[in-house]
């Protein structure tokens, strides 16, 4: 297995779940935010990470989130990870972390060099920040479009937290982003899909076997 962790996220079916696991995928990624083509019922949710049977953790991804449903959903879904991606306050990640149990994510939103100062403010509260591209002004979604950011801002950074990459990743350009950032972990959804919030599982063993090739 890849030193570099990998995170296939957006799952919605048993047959995208076993290309992830027979991959190697470290960590599985369901999205529970209703203007995604990739959200998921909690119970759906609950039988793919059942299906898994632990061979990778389950990530649930929520946006703005009423910190009850997240709690509920973390029990039904068997969750053992929590990804925030909205503009989550540390107060509100740390509520969160505290009434599921869980380590908690946190997505930051990256343009430019000085969108990266704001991942000092979750220290004490995420776990781990996970870099992604900061959505156009007109997007409906806070990830999953498909763009990414200048992996060179990354150049110097001192990481307060655990972190990884997201953002544009795909089969093409994994490796060289992690050559150019040394991500220790990279987190992709539209770029192993065919179309929006559908799988393409030869494209999820191709990511895998590039990010397992470093």
Request: aromatic share 6%; with cysteine; charged share 20%.
């Amino acid at each position: 297995m890849s030193r570099i962790a990998t995170k296939i996220c957006g799952l919605t079916t048993p047959r995208a779940l076993d290309a992830a696991i027979g991959a190697g995928a470290s960590h599985v990624g369901f999205v529970f935010f209703g203007k995604s083509p990739r959200n998921i019922d909690p119970a759906q949710a609950g039988a793919l990470v059942s299906r898994s049977g632990g061979k990778a953790q389950a990530v649930g991804l929520f946006v703005d989130p009423d910190p009850d449903y997240v709690r509920e959903v973390r029990a039904l879904a068997g969750l053992d990870i929590i990804q925030l991606h909205g503009a989550e306050s540390p107060a509100l990640v740390s509520q969160i972390a505290r009434m599921t149990g869980r380590d908690v994510w946190k997505a930051i939103p990256v343009r430019t060099k000085a969108d990266l100062a704001q991942v000092h403010q979750y220290r004490g509260a995420a776990t781990l920040a996970l870099y992604d591209a900061k959505p156009p002004v007109s997007a409906d979604l806070p990830g999953g479009n498909g763009i990414r950011f200048d992996w060179k801002l990354l150049d110097g950074l001192v990481h307060p937290l655990e972190w990884g990459l997201s953002g544009g990743l795909g089969p093409d350009n994994v490796a060289e982003a992690i050559r150019i950032t040394r991500a220790p972990l990279v987190d992709v959804s539209s770029g192993v899909e065919s179309v929006p919030g559908i799988k393409d599982v030869d494209k999820i063993a191709a990511f895998c076997k590039a990010v397992g090739s470093l």
